[in-house]
């Protein structure tokens, strides 16, 4: 990425806690992991920009019509981010191997999943080890929850669910998943 374009998108990229590249992970993860989080803040405030654009130029009755049905492609982003992040870290850990975090086989759904039975949570599972090591079960849930919320119920289509998002909640998915990053950092002393 272009260092100007970078440091452009730093200098509008915050949210409540300070700048993004002000965060623990920054520097912990690969670059093409902070780029997907970056897209999925300055797709959020292209996406304001333009829905306070429309609002001041068309009826309201006709706002509707004009935003999109579904904002999950902001989220998109942050969501492959996530995943990046939390590979890295378990790897980090020693939760998985390289060969799963290298492979095309490991899967952070199910690994994190805490209604993975039993014989698999000894086995492929990461949840239970995220709460021996990382403070107890707080940080586990945040981090399911967050996968399931932020990725998984929003980039599967299913019959007769509504899986679409507004703006404000791709905005909320797009926080939770920084959350998440932020709070792993700290609860696992990550350096």
Not at 127 to 138: L, P, R, T
């Amino acid at each position: 990425m272009d260092s100007q374009i970078l440091y452009f998108q730093l200098k509008i990229m915050n949210d409540s806690k300070g700048l993004i590249n002000e965060k623990k992970w920054w520097n912990y993860v690969h670059e093409d992991i902070r780029e997907l989080i970056l897209q999925s803040i300055l797709l959020t405030k292209t996406a304001e920009k333009w829905e306070k654009d429309i609002t001041s130029r068309i009826k309201y009755d006709s706002f509707n019509r004009h935003k999109f049905h579904d904002y999950s492609f902001i989220v998109f982003p942050a969501a492959k981010a996530y995943e990046g992040f939390l590979k890295k870290v378990f790897l980090d850990l020693g939760f998985i191997t390289e060969e799963d975090y290298f492979g095309k086989h490991f899967r952070i759904g199910k690994a994190l999943n805490p209604s993975l039975e039993k014989r698999l949570r000894i086995s492929e599972g990461v949840y239970d080890k995220v709460v021996k090591y990382c403070s107890g079960e707080a940080l586990a849930k945040t981090l399911w929850s967050t996968w399931k919320d932020c990725r998984n119920l929003l980039f599967h289509w299913f019959p007769n669910e509504r899986n679409a998002i507004s703006l404000e909640e791709a905005r909320g998915c797009v926080d939770k998943v920084i959350f998440a990053m932020d709070q792993m950092m700290t609860e696992c002393n990550l350096q």
